[in-house]
């Protein structure tokens, strides 16, 4: 089967295995932001399935919004009965009716994914629950899924389906630009999708893994930098801390290579579940 069919602008993408209740409050906020003209895009397992073509189970309805379009786009899911919170001020807002949850999203957990104004000039049309609505584009689909590698949730296989579906028609560089100089991450996807696809290989450019792997080996023969950095924390927030509270290491989340602020890190570190702090 060729998951691309998939992928054609304007096709209606099946829900999700969802309660009649709950697709029914996703299908009222839609309709309301819509309504207000409100600036949003659909993603999650919904932009998975329209990509992919692969249907899964969701807890969430999952919208990409701009932060400055935050406080209105909430606004208008309060007014259309959901209780909202800014429950991570850095990247991400929640929503709720009853079982319904929709997350409202702005950046990435990490800080370095954030929605600006190239997502919606590549979005793709589409219709979700019988609302026609914009998707999030696939490359920054990619972009954002390609560093979430927690132990509870790992995206990769997300990443992968979503090379084999939409090779043809991706825009590689634009994709390289996204992840500018954390390129290493892609790499290690792009390596990935030829083992977990052997014989589909050659859908990813070989200038583009000449030109990583060049990197590669010009950045393996130059010395490292002087300094005691641990880049780990923007693929997982809690599995390398103890780099960053016992060994010394400084977090990359701390540098220019994140958004994220002092406080933004000590919320998101005590929101692990599990944390004595937290």
């Known amino acids: ?77 309060a007014e259309a ?9 850095h990247w991400l807002g929640k929503a709720w ?11 990435s957990g990490n800080g370095v994914a954030e929605v600006d104004d190239a997502w919606f ?21 990619i972009w954002s899924k390609a560093f979430v590698m927690e132990r509870e949730r790992y995206d990769g296989a997300d990443v992968i389906h979503l090379l084999r579906a939409c090779a043809a028609e991706l825009d590689w560089t634009r994709l390289l630009a996204r992840f500018g100089a954390n390129w290493r991450v892609l790499l290690a996807h792009l390596v990935l ?18 030109l990583l792997l060049h990197r590669l080996r010009d950045e393996a023969r130059t010395p490292p930098a002087q300094g005691h950095l641990c880049a780990g924390t923007l693929l997982s927030r809690e599995q390398y801390l103890q780099a960053i509270e016992g060994e010394g290491y400084e977090d990359a989340r701390a540098t220019s290579a994140s958004s994220m602020t002092a406080g933004d890190l000590a919320h998101w570190t005590a929101a692990i579940e599990g944390r004595s702090d937290g």
């Open 97 to 107: 009716r009853d079982d319904a949850r929709i997350d409202v999203i702005f950046n």
């Open 193 to 210: 999708f030829g083992y977990a696809y052997p014989d589909e290989r050659a859908a990813v450019p070989l200038p583009l893994l000449d």
């Open 81 to 89: 009965g959901f209780d909202t919170d800014l429950t991570y001020p």
């Open 121 to 141: 000039e590549h979005a793709q049309a589409g219709e979700v629950l019988g609302v026609p609505v914009r998707l999030v584009p696939p490359e920054e689909s």
């Open 1 to 77: 089967m060729d998951l691309r069919a998939f992928a054609s602008p304007d096709q209606p993408v099946a829900a999700p295995e969802l309660a009649p209740s709950v697709a029914a409050a996703y299908r009222r906020a839609l309709q309301a932001l819509a309504q207000a003209d409100m600036p949003f895009l659909v993603g999650g397992a919904f932009g998975l399935q329209h990509l992919t073509g692969f249907r899964r189970a969701t807890k969430d309805l999952d919208l990409f919004v701009r932060q400055k379009d935050y406080g209105a786009v909430s606004a208008v899911l």
